[in-house]
């Protein structure tokens, strides 16, 4: 490793705390491994520790008071498995360390949550308003914290700073945290890059305002750009991730949770109004040699309790792959219904692979809309893999996707009417209202308007052609899918907060 200060790369408040950045251990991986000496900070789950230690003041409420006096036993909780067997302690826990986060954050106008960040000031899709947390990052609820943190690292030295931005509940606390690298050290270099930021930069001219001095706005992978900035002598050549700064962290979850990818982009890439389409990120499989080798030496280095993989979808070739070769680690990810997820065999053999779940996006129960959303797949399929991948022992996450512009009332009932049928093979449910992409292509074929009140907005309202709008979809899920007494409790089940985060460790 050689001899120059090293390359911060840090991560931002707030995202769920369940497991460490994926993308930014990517990057140190690379980075390592051209012997350019870096650091990774998690300022996010550095934050939730730093806001819960605080001394609390007088509290008046009953629940506040026994939040405070329990909230130390609930993270020691949440890092065991034995809490995720009752769901009722479960979900009392995650409520109080979320309590206690709130009451913190009252006094900045601002509202922390285990899984968002919202100020009632500013918004995180209107450009002047990142600018006004960029310049005033002594505001942010955070900011003591990031002053002793990193007052620290700079005295040490440093050779430049990557702030990774993935989700708008990161986006003002990272500009904020770029306004105080800059304060404090204005002649440093700042790259910021993350799925956020990639999706803005589809429309560079939003964020004109921000090319300042030493700040440089990365789209898409970061590590082509900063070993390029090093002059790294090695390509870019499927390194290992790097989780070393950060595998001792408290993070909220039984076990360390180890977040991998095997490729980039999707192997599918025909949905409608997928990002990976209107961005056209192309598709990037590591080879499967180097995945088998990574996943040998990662599991040996942090023994983790769960592998999460991270790839859009899973492609059948690498489920073939884990079933010959098994990590010997649990494991859940993301797959697109196929033909293998019906066969009993397949998803036998995958279970003993260490598959304790999938997330299957379905969307809709009408082979009308799945047809127009060029999802691949239709109804039958979809209800014989449900039950086949249920009865084989792997827990289901399934994702539906109402009020897309191909949809009717007929359409939706559909929907209804199939979650209803295989209510018994659904172990979680994400039920979401579309928002149209602002850069979709199937934006062109509709009347828009804007979505909301933000410059940075990756979202269009528009005329839908059958009239279900997001009220009329929104009631829908209220009266007809949310209320019905069969469907609820699948509903209810979902983990608060963590989602499809923690809900593996249900299956353990």
Not at 132 to 140: C, L, V
């Amino acid at each position: 490793m050689d001899k120059t200060p090293p390359f911060i790369l840090i991560h931002p408040p707030v995202s769920k705390p369940c497991e460490p950045p994926a993308g930014l251990a990517s990057i140190a991986g690379a980075l390592r491994a051209n012997q350019i000496s870096c650091e990774v900070i998690d300022l996010n789950i550095e934050g939730l520790y730093y806001i819960i230690k605080k001394r609390p003041p007088v509290i008046q409420d009953t629940w506040t008071r026994r939040a405070f006096k329990n909230v130390h036993k609930h993270l020691l909780q949440l890092r065991n498995n034995s809490i995720y067997k009752h769901p009722a302690s479960y979900i009392n826990a995650v409520k109080d360390i979320n309590r206690v986060l709130e009451f913190f954050s009252t006094d900045h106008s601002v509202r922390i949550s285990l899984s968002n960040y919202h100020d009632s000031r500013l918004s995180p899709i209107k450009s002047k308003d990142l600018f006004n947390a960029m310049q005033y990052p002594e505001k942010n609820p955070f900011f003591d914290h990031w002053k002793n943190r990193l007052e620290q690292i700079f005295h040490r030295g440093s050779s430049g700073v990557g702030i990774s931005i993935n989700y708008l509940s990161q986006a003002l606390c990272g500009f904020a945290l770029t306004g105080f690298i800059r304060q404090l050290r204005p002649d440093i270099k700042i790259w910021i890059g993350g799925g956020l930021i990639s999706s803005w930069l589809c429309r560079p001219e939003q964020l004109k305002k921000f090319y300042l001095p030493n700040i440089t706005f990365v789209s898409g992978p970061g590590e082509p750009h900063l070993l390029n900035y090093f002059n790294a002598k090695k390509t870019f050549n499927f390194p290992i991730p790097n989780y070393d700064d950060v595998y001792q962290n408290q993070y909220l979850s039984p076990g360390f949770v180890l977040p991998y990818s095997t490729s980039r982009g999707c192997y599918w890439k025909k949905c409608a109004f997928c990002p990976e389409c209107s961005e056209q990120s192309p598709y990037f499989p590591t080879p499967v040699e180097r995945v088998n080798d990574h996943l040998r030496d990662l599991i040996k280095l942090y023994n983790p309790s769960i592998i999460h993989f991270l790839d859009n979808a899973l492609s059948p070739k690498f489920f073939y792959q884990l079933i010959q070769k098994p990590p010997g680690v649990p494991w859940y990810g993301f797959s697109r219904i196929t033909k293998h997820l019906t066969n009993m065999e397949f998803c036998k053999a995958l279970k003993k692979s260490g598959c304790v779940m999938l997330k299957l996006g379905i969307e809709s129960g009408d082979d009308a809309v799945l047809s127009q959303m060029k999802k691949g797949i239709n109804i039958s399929m979809a209800q014989k893999a449900l039950k086949i991948v249920h009865q084989s022992g792997i827990g289901t996450y399934v994702y539906f996707l109402l009020g897309t512009p191909y949809e009717n009332k007929k359409s939706a009932e559909k929907t209804r009417t199939f979650i209803y049928q295989n209510k018994e093979f659904i172990d979680f449910l994400n039920l979401a209202i579309f928002n149209l992409p602002i850069d979709s292509i199937e934006a062109s074929q509709l009347k828009t308007q804007a979505f909301y009140d933000g410059d940075l907005s990756l979202y269009l309202n528009f005329e839908h052609p059958f009239a279900l709008d997001r009220s009329t979809i929104r009631k829908f899920l209220i009266k007809k899918v949310k209320s019905n007494p069969d469907i609820s409790p699948i509903i209810k089940r979902n983990p608060l907060f963590f989602t499809s985060n923690h809900a593996p460790f249900l299956f353990f």
